[in-house]
């Protein structure tokens, strides 16, 4: 039986709407991304009457389509933003809903800028880097290079999205080039924002680590520097982990578990299969309790694993109670836990000391900050905060 009243609103869904991909990237968590299961229509839409009818009273609700390679699907996420827009829900509780994509942006064409820019669909790039890294790493299935095919098309895409962000996954191998990579993908491709993460899922040396960490230095002096020399510029960055800078979040203390997944948002598999997020759907796959949450058609019907994840105490992470950083920190990603040590409440050591090298480079930037007087944040923490408009 579903439960609703003792369950948090639901006000963000990633919808999962291919596993297909026309790219085989090397760190990628959907390591079978050659896969062609696809989200049918009328998933798609009992997905958006889920949404509407989760999120209760809030007035904004946002809708993310991501895969795979969720362009490979384009039609249908046309039909199922014009179907949400014109929900009955939204017109009768005056709801506002925003609508966001994540593509490697190979196949982005007019015909995909010029419909998001009309409906409100703000797209964000997955790419990693100058040419030399971004497509070592990110390979096309058809031998294209990604980098090229983006730099082409950038003049047109900035035409109907001036503020273009992207998504930049660091590997052990990147780490020491981040602050290059940040730059020229500023400079020559007039990426306005920037959310960066670690890859998980695999092995990080002590020294690759202290390089990540030495990098994230970097990257600030470079935002530093930017804003030095402009007083607005148009440039910002966003942590996909815990990294706070901001004066006004100095002595912010997290007293609960866990980043949201599986009360404030979930993710719809292609089957309509309900999950906490999109790398919990992907972590889940082959696993025998892959903590799947219900479906859309009959709701949070696995209550036991949704209260799971709704278990935000400190008592779940023990193992963190003695580090210096537990009262700054949401105990790391339920699926790269479950991945690495097969618990969602149990970081990795390798997790652990990535997250701590995100710290140290934030109270480094912070102390900077405040030596030179200046409190204006420029350096974002988390996807949410960061601005795509």
């Not at 590997?171 to 080039?177: E, F, I, K, V």
């Not at 607005?232 to 980043?259: F, K």
Request: overall charge neutral; charged content about 25%.
């Amino acid at each position: 039986m579903a439960f609703k009243n003792v369950s948090p609103s639901t006000i963000r869904q990633e919808l999962i709407v291919t596993m297909a991909c026309n790219m085989s990237c090397s760190y990628c968590f959907e390591h079978d991304n050659g896969r062609c299961d696809g989200m049918s229509e009328s998933i798609a839409f009992r997905a958006v009457d889920f949404l509407f009818e989760q999120s209760r009273n809030s007035k904004w609700i946002e809708l993310t389509f991501i895969g795979g390679e969720p362009l490979l699907e384009f039609d249908m996420i046309k039909s199922t933003i014009r179907y949400a827009q014109n929900h009955p829900i939204r017109k009768e509780k005056n709801k506002r809903i925003g609508f966001t994509i994540t593509t490697n942006g190979t196949l982005l064409a007019e015909e995909h800028v010029q419909f998001f820019h009309d409906n409100g669909c703000h797209y964000l790039l997955s790419l990693d880097g100058a040419i030399g890294t971004n497509d070592t790493y990110r390979k096309m299935r058809n031998g294209q290079n990604q980098y090229e095919i983006i730099r082409q098309k950038m003049p047109m895409l900035k035409s109907y999205q001036p503020w273009q962000g992207a998504r930049v996954t660091v590997l052990p191998q990147t780490a020491r080039q981040l602050a290059k990579n940040i730059e020229t993908l500023h400079r020559e491709l007039k990426i306005n924002q920037f959310v960066i993460g670690f890859a998980t899922g695999i092995h990080w040396a002590e020294e690759e680590i202290a390089d990540y960490c030495f990098a994230l230095k970097e990257v600030f002096e470079f935002l530093l520097q930017e804003r030095i020399n402009n007083e607005n510029p148009r440039l910002r960055i966003a942590l996909m982990e815990v990294g706070l800078i901001d004066e006004a979040y100095a002595d912010n203390i997290i007293t609960n578990w866990g980043c949201g997944a599986g009360s404030g948002r979930v993710s719809v598999a292609p089957d309509g299969t309900l999950y906490g997020c999109t790398k919990l759907a992907f972590a889940a796959r082959g696993q025998e309790r892959p903590l799947p949450l219900g479906n859309v058609f009959t709701g949070f019907t696995e209550t036991k694993n949704r209260l799971t994840l709704l278990n935000h105490t400190n008592e779940v992470r023990p193992k963190c109670k003695e580090c210096s950083f537990a009262k700054r920190c949401n105990g790391g990603c339920y699926a790269a836990n479950l991945t690495d040590t097969g618990n969602i409440f149990t970081a990795s050591d390798s997790y652990c000391k990535l997250i701590f090298a995100q710290m140290t480079a934030a109270d480094y930037a912070r102390n900077r900050l405040r030596k030179l007087g200046l409190k204006n944040v420029i350096w974002h923490t988390g996807e949410q905060d960061a601005e795509i408009s």
